[in-house]
């Protein structure tokens, strides 16, 4: 069975205390569902907002805010171009092959996967490691590490990549759901900016309600 969910990196989160995070090892994924509890929505917030936590320079952005919170939400309220650290694993369940997105892939870059299955039929995504997808007739092959000559692979045909795709941008689309509704009980003065920049980092549509 081949398994696609798009995930956010993200670090251990300890002396963190603006809101609730669940416990985290540091450089781990944390697959972005509907399903995910209060602490780790707000996990996964945290690490967008981190993600964005980038001082004014010479952008026009007016300064930081001297409180806590303020401050913290900053980058994420007021920048342009906004960017969440993981993309989609694919795991193979029968074989326990997983390929994950190298480093400096963000979520946004996951739309790459359209060049795979109706487009030119190659994507990379990120380094160290650094994942491939190669499209050969009706057969994607994924190399987990094009740097190694032994990398695992994993194959699925196209009809089946692209249903999967779709399954994680619903997967995706549910944790904004989620999220908005988190953030209108823990940031409910920067709720409606906060979901807005959640999902313009995302590459999602902001949800026309919440739960």
Same mark, same amino acid.
């Given at each position: 069975?081949?398994?696609?969910?798009?995930?956010?990196?993200?670090?251990?989160?300890?002396?963190?205390?603006?809101?609730?995070?669940?416990?985290?090892?540091?450089?781990?994924?944390?697959?972005?569902?509907?399903?995910?509890?209060?602490?780790?929505?707000?996990?996964?917030?945290?690490?967008?907002?981190?993600?964005?936590?980038?001082?004014?320079?010479?952008?026009?952005?007016?300064?930081?805010?001297?409180?806590?919170?303020?401050?913290?939400?900053?980058?994420?309220?007021?920048?342009?171009?906004?960017?969440?650290?993981?993309?989609?694993?694919?795991?193979?369940?029968?074989?326990?092959?997983?390929?994950?997105?190298?480093?400096?892939?963000?979520?946004?870059?996951?739309?790459?996967?359209?060049?795979?299955?109706?487009?030119?039929?190659?994507?990379?995504?990120?380094? =160290?490691?650094?994942?491939?997808?190669?499209?050969?007739? &009706?057969?994607? *092959? $994924?190399?987990? #590490? !094009? +740097? /190694? %000559? =032994?990398?695992?692979?994993?194959?699925?045909?196209?009809? &089946?990549?692209? *249903? $999967?795709?779709? #399954? !994680? +941008? /619903? %997967?995706?689309?549910?944790?904004?759901?989620?999220?908005?509704?988190?953030?209108? *009980?823990?940031?409910?003065?920067?709720?409606?900016?906060?979901?807005?920049?959640?999902?313009?980092?995302?590459?999602?549509?902001?949800?026309?309600?919440?739960?």
């Amino acid at each position: 069975m081949i398994v696609v969910q798009p995930v956010l990196e993200i670090y251990a989160c300890e002396g963190f205390g603006l809101w609730p995070v669940a416990r985290s090892v540091p450089y781990g994924f944390l697959p972005l569902s509907g399903g995910l509890d209060a602490a780790e929505v707000g996990t996964a917030v945290m690490r967008i907002v981190d993600c964005n936590d980038m001082d004014p320079g010479d952008d026009g952005r007016p300064p930081r805010p001297a409180d806590p919170l303020g401050g913290f939400l900053h980058g994420l309220l007021t920048m342009d171009d906004l960017f969440a650290s993981g993309g989609l694993r694919i795991t193979d369940t029968a074989t326990g092959t997983t390929l994950l997105p190298g480093c400096c892939n963000g979520l946004d870059e996951r739309r790459d996967w359209q060049e795979v299955v109706d487009g030119d039929g190659f994507a990379s995504f990120g380094h =160290d490691p650094s994942p491939l997808a190669e499209r050969h007739g &009706d057969t994607v *092959r $994924l190399t987990v #590490d !094009a +740097e /190694r %000559d =032994d990398s695992p692979v994993i194959e699925l045909s196209v009809t &089946d990549l692209r *249903r $999967l795709l779709a #399954d !994680a +941008e /619903r %997967d995706l689309g549910d944790f904004l759901q989620v999220a908005a509704a988190w953030a209108a *009980r823990h940031l409910p003065e920067h709720a409606t900016a906060v979901t807005s920049a959640l999902s313009r980092a995302l590459d999602v549509p902001t949800p026309t309600s919440t739960p």
